[in-house]
């Protein structure tokens, strides 16, 4: 099924979509909540998963992934989430392969995840980090974090 299925960038049309994804696995305690503000203002960092067989203009939209750049060597990948019903297909892996690859392009010389899920992220070449040695903006977020200061997200980098 994946052959089938495109990863493109966001459009603002997906600002909808995207925001009403990341926040249904907010509320379950997997990521962190995005408001439709922050989703407008980051929207050039987001990728989409889409489905371009279907009648809808743009593709079913099946999933999200941002690049957020963090400083001059090292960028975050961020807000990765495929609905229920498509995931275990590979479009995971094809959304955080997409942030890889344009890092890559860009210049950037490593990226990192936050993550529950370090076994997936690992099996896409990251490795797991001390998080005491990313910068301290990357803790940018987490005073807002519901889980701030108990957070026991893993961090996992992976050099480009
Ligand atoms: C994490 C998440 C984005 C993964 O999305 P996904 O589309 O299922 O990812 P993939 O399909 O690439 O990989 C998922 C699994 O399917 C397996 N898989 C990949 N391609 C496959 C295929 N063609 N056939 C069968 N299995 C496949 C992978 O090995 C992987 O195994 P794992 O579950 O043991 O890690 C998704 O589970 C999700 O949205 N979770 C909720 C939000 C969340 O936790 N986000 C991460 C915050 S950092």
Known sequence: MTRTLTVVKAEI???????????LYAQRGDMLPRTMGEVYENLRD???A???????????FLGCV??????????EVKSLA?????????LGSLL??????????IGLERVFALT???????RLGFVQADVMTLPRKVW?????????PSCNEIALVREL
Do not use: M
Not at 13 to 23: F, K, P, R, S, T
Not at 52 to 60: A, L, M, V
Not at 66 to 75: E, Q, R, T
């Open 46 to 48: 987001f990728y989409v």
């Open 66 to 75: 941002a690049l957020h750049i963090v400083w001059s060597d090292l960028a």
């Open 96 to 105: 955080v392969n997409a942030c890889v690859d344009e890092a890559r392009r």
């Open 82 to 90: 495929v609905p229920e019903v498509a995931q275990s297909r590979g």
């Open 140 to 148: 940018n977020e987490c005073y807002r974090c519901p889980k701030f």
């Open 116 to 122: 529950y899920r370090p076994a997936f992220f690992e």
């Open 13 to 23: 049309g997906d600002a909808q979509a995207i925001h009403d994804l990341v926040n």
């Open 50 to 60: 889409r489905d371009p067989s279907t009648s809808s203009g743009q593709g079913d």
